[in-house]
């Protein structure tokens, strides 16, 4: 049967592909180039904005005098509840949301006197210079009538309520079997409850807004956020433009952990005020208002009750969660997912519970529901190891999930046993003391501890464009953005090999929505969808230039079969005769072509196996390889040293070893797991954002404050990839690793505090008290 002609470039794993690249945009970066949201200051007559939030989590703003702050200086604006002109459209219902590609939230501050959260916007001021503009904030006289607000899901006047949906997507309560019945008749019942605290991205570049009305009904934003087509529809939608009226800029990133995948209030304010004041405004948030700004990842306590045999497999989860959400949206992290996936066990029940108190909505926050729920599962496994005496290692093996057990699916892929047995190499497992509390070095208590990582390929799918020069260099474009973890690299890297140049001659041009748009980089799933657009759009270029080779009288390859073609390297060549063949330079300028161009869309579930087909795809086809359930997999080992009269946990050694489709690079890659480990090290011992329980406000809103990882307390780390093939996932076979790097390190970490010191601490972070 003739199959569809197939054009492939040089092997995306024989060239720059797959090499540890250092950053492309390194010097950039260094060199202070590289240019953010916030440094967009030659724009002309740009001002300064700055919030001025509410101190009170709850009631009415009664009155703002802003009488002293107008008589500064160089103020311009002072925008209030009674003069902030109405948005065209707030995303009030979960039916209208559907309008929004990216609002969090369906309260908008300063629609009216309304005040929900303590750090809500009252006023905007705008001046001339950044400290005219904080010197008038500081001068507002803000009376709020206080009410008495709700702090938390714990608080008394808290009311908990299951919801319909989680997010929208997953029900209040699901089950598979008759998890409550199989546990109750199980030979071994373990219950835990484990609490969370709530944390906070804190991300490197604080929130930040440039607005520049190029025209009255033409915006250019020069945003801090992880999706810029997303910020442009959401940002049209509540501004009433039309989605090309706005344009929206970002070309770099200082991390963003999820919190940048939302337009929050302050991106929406700061082209209003640009508006009012006529000129470009630039609005930053502080430290401080970086904790009520952005969203968090909320505080919760999940139950788990795990039923096993004697013998140690698995008969029953029955996992419940109660968190703290807004006064507004049902959103909770999906924690139940990750519990329902990870091994074989025949029945499973899941609860959500919330309750509503005075805060933002809460959000997306690296491995959102797969970093907390992993800590719930791989201690009680733990738990359930030490009971029977069983390693750690086996009863994961023993329990291992042959295929997805939520859905009786295979999976595209699955190296997790080559994980834990290169894991437990590296890290010398075979030398664990099976007994707890008993090693030693000095006065310190030793424990190792180990868990498993796992994070879901999202869909997700995105346009890029390729333009080939004659004279040997490359254009690529994707509107997608780079956190900082490394796009601008890897893309760069799979162009060259699919274009067969030197990296160096290739321009990859990301972080604008004048590109071709392509989906947000969250879920983990940029790499692998701006890859393969990329990859499909040279392919697409390849078969432009073969067609006019073939049909050029001067070429060697002049009426060859299209599908007797290949490209080496960017030379064009007969497959059974590659002597046979030209560099594509001079094909292009015999038919004085001076650049060709190609683009495509790189879409979930469609393999890199047939990437033609996959171009050449119905776009609305359902997902082609939707019997395969698509993961990623790894292990995470710990080693820590306890000190038993301080109480306090330092981390001595880490290893981790991942399994997730092909990694374009190995040191960027590295990167983002020690960056995911250090991030879920924080969890595990340091970071907690503390709210007052009587005013429903941040105690320690500020770096200072609020205690993150330094390099004091991380180790050298072992980073090991599997060398794993997936022909489903996308067109480069990409799983992606952004937030499976956090999967498991905080149950790695409780697991090794509990084999030092005997004490199963299930409540983060694990603070010196907890441990005395
Ligand atoms: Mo990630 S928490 O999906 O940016």
């Known amino acids: 049967m003739e199959t569809e002609p197939q054009f492939f470039a040089t092997n995306p794993t024989q060239g720059v592909v ?113 400290e005219h503009a904080q010197h008038a904030a500081a001068l507002l006289k803000v009376s709020i009538a206080p009410e008495v607000p709700v702090a938390s899901y714990q ?39 484990y609490t969370h605290a709530t944390t906070h991205h804190n991300p490197m570049e604080p929130g930040a807004t440039t607005a520049h009305w190029e025209a009255p009904d033409r915006l250019t934003v020069y945003d801090t956020t992880q999706g810029v087509s997303e910020t442009q529809r959401t940002l049209a939608a509540m501004l009433g433009l039309a989605t090309e009226q706005v344009r929206v800029v970002t070309k770099f990133l200082g991390g963003g952990f999820g919190c940048k995948a939302w337009v929050w209030p302050h991106v929406v304010l700061a082209p209003l005020a640009a508006k009012a004041v006529g000129r470009p405004v630039k609005l930053v948030l502080t430290r401080q208002q970086q904790f009520t700004g952005m969203g968090h990842r909320e505080e919760q306590e999940q139950t788990l009750r795990l039923g096993a045999t004697k013998e140690g497999k698995l ?58 729920g992993s800590f719930a599962i791989e201690s009680s496994l733990d738990d359930l190891a030490y009971q029977l005496g069983i390693d750690p290692i086996q009863i994961r093996l023993l329990n291992y999930a042959e295929h997805d057990p939520t859905t009786g699916h295979p999976w595209s892929s699955k190296s997790l046993r080559e994980c834990y047995q290169r894991g437990a190499e590296l890290f010398g ?84 929505t004048v590109l071709p748009s392509t989906q947000w980089s969250g879920g983990s799933t940029a790499a692998g969808r701006v890859s393969s657009s990329v990859y499909l759009a040279a392919q697409e270029v ?78 609305n086809k359902k997902e082609e390889a939707a019997p395969h359930s698509m993961h990623a997999f790894g292990t995470h080992f710990c080693e820590v040293h306890v000190d038993p009269e301080l109480g306090t946990v330092r981390v001595t050694r880490w290893v981790s070893v991942m399994a997730a489709g092909r990694i374009l690079n190995p040191k960027t890659a590295r990167s983002q797991v020690i960056g995911g480990s250090i991030f879920g090290i ?32 991380i180790p050298a780390m072992t980073v090991e990839f ?23 390190v905080t149950a790695a970490v409780a697991n090794a505090v509990f084999h030092a010191t005997g004490r199963r601490l299930r409540s983060l972070p694990i603070t010196p008290a907890k441990v005395l």
């Open 18 to 130: 797959g090499q540890p690249l250092s950053r492309v945009d390194g010097w950039a970066k260094v060199t202070g180039q590289a240019k953010y949201s916030a440094e967009y200051n030659q724009l002309p007559g740009l001002v300064h904005a700055v919030l001025r939030t509410s101190d009170v989590a709850k009631g009415r703003v009664t009155g703002i005098d802003t009488s002293a702050a107008q008589q500064l200086p160089g103020v311009l604006a002072i925008l209030t509840h009674q003069n902030l002109p109405k948005l065209a459209k707030t995303p009030n219902s979960p039916d209208d949301r559907k309008a929004f590609a990216s609002s969090p939230m369906s309260f908008f501050p300063m629609e009216s006197d309304q005040i929900f959260y303590a750090g809500q916007p009252v006023a905007v001021v705008v001046a001339d210079t950044l």
């Open 155 to 193: 608080a008394p006047n808290a009311q908990l309520y299951i919801p319909k949906t989680v997010r929208g997507y997953q029900p209040g309560v699901s089950k598979r079997g008759e998890a409550q019945a199989a546990f109750a008749s199980a030979p071994v019942q373990l219950t835990a409850t």
């Open 315 to 372: 008969l029953a989860l029955v996992h419940e969660k109660t968190s703290t959400t807004s006064p507004w949206e049902d959103w909770a992290e999906t924690n139940s997912r990750i519990v329902n996936m990870l091994y074989a066990c025949p029945t499973f029940e899941s609860t959500y519970r919330m309750g509503r108190a005075n805060v933002m909505t809460p959000t997306s926050t690296r491995a959102p529901g797969d970093m907390p």
């Open 429 to 512: 497992w075979s030398q664990r003391n099976p007994k707890n509390g008993q090693t030693r070095d000095g006065k310190h208590l030793v424990g190792w501890g180990m868990a498993t990582a796992s994070y879901p390929v999202h869909s997700s799918q995105g346009n890029a464009r390729v333009r080939l020069y004659a004279d040997g260099h490359a254009v690529v474009q994707a509107g997608a953005t780079d956190l900082g973890t490394g796009t601008y690299t890897v893309i760069t890297q799979v162009a060259a090999d699919a274009l067969g140049l030197l990296p160096e001659h290739i321009r990859f041009e990301l972080g604008d």
């Open 542 to 619: 390849w078969q432009k230039l073969i067609k006019v080779a073939v049909g050029d009288k001067k070429s060697p390859l002049y009426q060859a079969k299209p599908a007797d073609v290949v490209v080496e390297r960017g030379r064009l060549q007969l497959k059974a005769n590659p002597a046979k063949g030209e560099a594509y330079g001079e094909v292009m300028k015999r038919a004085s072509m001076s650049d060709l161009e190609g683009s495509a869309l790189g879409r979930y579930g469609a393999g890199y196996e047939a990437p033609q087909a996959t171009a050449n795809a119905n776009m």
């Open 682 to 713: 924080g969890a595990a011992l340091m970071e907690q954002t503390v709210r007052d329980p009587h005013l429903a406000r941040y105690t320690n809103a500020s770096l200072a404050d609020y205690h993150v990882p330094v390099n004091a307390d």
């Open 722 to 744: 599997i060398d794993e093939h997936d022909p489903y996932v996308n067109a480069m076979g990409v799983k992606g690793i952004g937030e499976i790097s956090i999967v498991g």
